[in-house]
């Protein structure tokens, strides 16, 4: 049995954080706190800079030409965007879903065992494990087990996005970051896919950017709702559904900006 | 069917004369002549095929293959038609050419795709246009003054030996050069044709760019990369006038970079149309145009072969 939840506490912390692609600015000034352990949707139509707020906490935004990034994010306290900082170690405290699933060219097997190998990892055995361990976890090992080593473009949609789940966390992450991960799926898929955040959100902070109000309604713990590059309200989940405080979240949750 | 509806089915089939509808008969005729035209310029490569064979036949018929193109006695006066030199001395050039430009352009095209900024790309594509534009007495010159002068130094001074530069070396190295753009482009081609979703996922689970480039890139891109080098390639093996004018041209089959070379298409273009009088000489050139010919072709289908199982794998 797990042990009570402790207080949780922040695990992402953005500070008047702003995001600018070329001159059109897609974040402006976003102040956010992220609690570990917890699933928090951030919703908002399409545009409004939710997927920019995730790659922001990865620094997969670096991977971007001509963005210019202002304000800090902190990770664990961290400013992650320090010049001093390692880029890799902090990916490697966060497993990245996508929405599409993009297995690796290789194997089953090589794609889980992927980021342990760049990390460092050589022991057959201790792969053959860990591979086994989070094929499980993401719900696909009793599907694949007996097909390792096929190729991984073999597999259907849903089953890629599980993989592509199980490789985020073959890298023993603390934090699962979700670019709207079902809009490829179907709906059993996606009922497999939101199962599982659902279960690790015990033990790993989740991060979930949805265009789905009815996803965000059945999974999220807190919402942080976003509007044209702008934070326009976070909080609770249940608050922020119910008794929304600003014009624009009623709005969009009835339904009328979209 | 209701009477109504049968009705109307009869007035609608009701035959009409129209007049002659130029549209139509120009859309015809067009669309038949470039029809024509296409069918042309590709039976031209059957056609040439088959008309350097029919010139090669009185060479074949007095001369086995296998004298042709093993032995190395090449003395047309005497009827010693031995193309092994040849053979040999185009085979070290482009395999020289190879060995330079295959891996400095895949680790351009690399830099260009996947470490530049978008600047730096604009600025460099039209640069490399411009190398592949040059044409090929420039490449030629540029060997002469200054790639053949220096490996002559270099010989000197490194290995102590005195040659005259015109070698294997130069004709590789100036080679090279030529068919740097050609496999750049392709390469490029087929990098930037790796889904970026790829890249992203091995970068966010803390890959670095160059373990990314590696694993993944270079793993899918693979064939295509192949195929690149072999386009290229082939390009060299045809390759004539820079080639002619920094190989050296001695009929001897080359030993070591520093020796001179004497590839086939510089000994077509050196001698077909002078001492044709000596009996089976043009023949025996056309044999070697035959060679060069089959050789370029083989190599180019196989790598549209290679380039369309990708496309149709669809990345």
Same mark, same amino acid.
């Given at each position: ?258 | ?46 056609? *040439? ?50 060995? *330079? ?82 496999? *750049? ?122 380039? *369309? ?7």
């Amino acid at each position: 049995m797990q042990p009570p939840k402790p207080e949780s506490r922040t695990h992402i912390q953005t500070k008047n954080l702003s995001v600018y692609y070329k001159n059109t600015l897609a974040l402006n000034n976003i102040s956010v706190e992220i609690p570990d352990r917890a699933i928090t949707a951030i919703i908002g139509p399409s545009g409004c800079g939710k997927s920019t707020l995730l790659r922001s906490f990865n620094r997969m935004i670096d991977t971007f030409d001509e963005t210019t990034v202002r304000g800090s994010v902190l990770v664990d306290g961290e400013d992650i965007f320090s010049s001093k900082v390692d880029v890799t170690r902090i990916r490697k405290k966060m497993g990245l879903l996508s929405q599409r699933p993009s297995p690796l060219p290789m194997s089953i097997f090589e794609n889980v065992a992927y980021g342990p190998k760049i990390h460092g990892m050589r022991n057959r055995q201790q792969l053959e494990v860990l591979v086994q361990k989070n094929l499980q976890i993401a719900g696909l090992w009793d599907e694949v087990k007996d097909r390792l080593n096929e190729s991984a473009a073999s597999l259907s949609i849903g089953q890629q996005q599980r993989l592509c789940l199980a490789r985020g966390l073959a890298v023993e992450p603390e934090i699962i970051l979700a670019d709207e991960p079902t809009s490829a799926l179907d709906p059993i898929s996606t009922r497999h896919i939101e199962g599982k955040l659902h279960e690790l959100k015990d033990r790993y902070t989740i991060v979930i950017v949805t265009h789905l109000l009815r996803q965000a309604r059945r999974l999220a713990d807190y919402v942080v709702f976003m509007y044209l590059g702008e934070l326009i309200e976070c909080g609770p989940a249940a608050q922020v559904f119910e008794h929304p405080k600003e014009q624009r979240t009623q709005d969009h949750i009835k339904g009328v900006i979209s | 069917m209701t009477v109504v509806e049968l009705r109307a089915l009869k007035l609608r089939i009701k035959p009409n004369f129209k007049p002659v509808n130029w549209r139509l008969i120009t859309e015809a005729i067009f669309g038949n002549l470039m029809l024509v035209l296409t069918l042309l310029s590709s039976l031209l490569v059957v056609v *040439i095929g088959l008309l350097l064979f029919q010139k090669c036949l009185p060479i074949l018929e007095t001369h086995s293959w296998a004298e042709l193109l093993f032995s190395s006695s090449w003395f047309p006066l005497k009827g010693d038609f031995g193309f092994s030199p040849f053979i040999l001395g185009t085979t070290w050039v482009t395999a020289i050419a190879a060995i *330079i430009a295959v891996p400095t352009s895949l680790l351009t095209a690399i830099f260009l795709t996947e470490y530049s900024k978008k600047k730096m790309r604009t600025l460099m594509n039209p640069l490399l246009d411009l190398l592949a534009g040059i044409p090929s007495i420039v490449y030629g010159m540029w060997g002469v003054l200054i790639v053949v002068p220096s490996i002559k130094a270099f010989a000197a001074t490194v290995f102590k030996i005195s040659i005259s530069g015109y070698s294997v070396l130069a004709a590789g190295i100036v080679l090279a050069v030529m068919i740097f753009p050609a496999i *750049i482009s392709v390469t490029l081609q087929v990098l930037t044709g790796v889904p970026v979703e790829l890249r992203h996922a091995s970068l966010a689970l803390g890959a670095t760019q160059w373990q990314t480039i590696k694993k993944v890139v270079l793993r899918k891109a693979l064939p295509g990369v192949i195929a690149a080098s072999i386009l290229g390639v082939t390009r060299a093996f045809g390759e004539t006038m820079a080639v002619l004018m920094v190989a050296g041209n001695v009929a001897r089959a080359p030993h070591s970079v520093f020796d001179p070379a004497y590839p086939l298409p510089a000994l077509i273009a050196n001698n077909y149309g002078e001492m044709l009088s000596i009996p089976l000489y043009d023949s025996a050139l056309l044999l070697g145009a035959l060679i060069l010919f089959l050789v370029v072709l083989f190599f180019n289908g196989l790598a549209r072969l290679v380039l *369309i199982r990708i496309e149709k794998r669809g990345f």
